[in-house]
T-cell receptor, first 114, second 115 residues
């Protein structure tokens, strides 16, 4: 069965430091991977996606994610965190053999301290 | 977020009330989705419409009734809800199942409280 795991409920980082939000997945076919961010009282905003090609994907607001097939991971990264990055981050996967559903993780709350 | 709008943003209703949630997308998409977001749980896909046809009903109780009159509008009709139905209801749209890379774009959600 397809699944996504975000092992950390919360990640704390100081402003200016690099940040990583972890995601691992399990699918039967080739994975199509997505990251979304949710600010308080808002819907989910699309950040980036991996379809094929380069393992390092660049997205909105300076975020990037690295696809690692051997480790079945798709961690979200940013070289220098901002206080305004504080939000809830969701990883999602769609297996190529099942194109009508996104499977979401439980979310990771990122807190960036000044 | 202005590409997908949802009304109302907040709704409080009793268990005997009937209400409707509205979603409208201005992105020219062909597929629309309803999700339920509860605290500490993954997003739950409820319904999918593609070209106005319902293609997914994820074992949702009949007290939730979707309606998709056209590709730009999606409704969720609510009746005799339970307190455990209190959640954030999110609408999303996408180009429409043209490939696994199809990206969904979300509205701001309706915060529903059932008393």
């Amino acid at each position: 069965a397809q699944s996504v795991a975000q092992p950390e409920d919360q990640v704390n980082v100081a402003e200016g430091n690099p940040l990583t939000v972890k995601c691992t997945y399990s699918v039967s076919g080739n994975p199509y991977l997505f990251w979304y961010v949710q600010y308080p009282n808002r819907g989910l905003q699309f950040l980036l996606k991996y379809i094929t090609g380069d393992n390092l994907v660049k997205g909105s607001y300076g975020f990037e994610a690295e696809f690692n097939k051997s480790q079945t991971s798709f961690h979200l990264k940013k070289p220098s965190a901002l206080v305004s990055d504080s939000a809830l981050y969701f990883c999602a996967v769609r297996a190529s053999s099942n194109t009508d559903k996104l499977i979401f993780g439980t979310g990771t709350r990122l807190q960036v301290f000044p | 977020e202005t590409g997908v709008t949802q009304t109302p943003r907040h709704l409080v209703m009793g268990m005997t009330n009937k209400k409707s949630l509205k979603c409208e997308q201005h992105l020219g998409h062909n597929a629309m989705y309803w999700y339920k977001q509860s605290a500490k749980k993954p997003l739950e896909l409820m319904f999918v419409y593609n070209f106005k046809e319902q293609t997914e009903n994820n074992s949702v109780p009949s007290r939730f009734s979707p309606e998709c009159p056209n590709s730009s509008h999606l409704f969720l009709h609510l009746h005799t809800l339970q307190p455990e139905d209190s959640a954030l209801y999110l609408c999303a749209s996408s180009q429409g199942l043209q490939g696994a890379e199809d990206t969904q774009y979300f509205g701001p959600g309706t915060r529903l409280t059932v008393l």
